[in-house]
């Protein structure tokens, strides 16, 4: 009797599990992505500040 009710906890934890498993992924790979896209237009801006300059 007490089975199903011990399989839906279960299940309910596993897939809880995969939840935050996969939003730990994408909350990093969107961490890398934004780091790359705010990082690449301040070099490009300090180099064309010292061309100006130049």
Do not use: C, D
Not at 19 to 41: D, K, L, N
């Amino acid at each position: 009797m007490m089975v199903w009710p011990a399989v839906t906890l279960l299940g309910f934890l596993v897939l809880t599990a995969l939840v935050i498993a996969m939003g730990t992924q994408s909350t990093a790979r969107y961490e890398r992505e934004r780091e790359e896209r705010t990082s690449a237009p301040r070099h490009a801006a300090a180099e064309a500040v010292g061309a100006v300059h130049a």
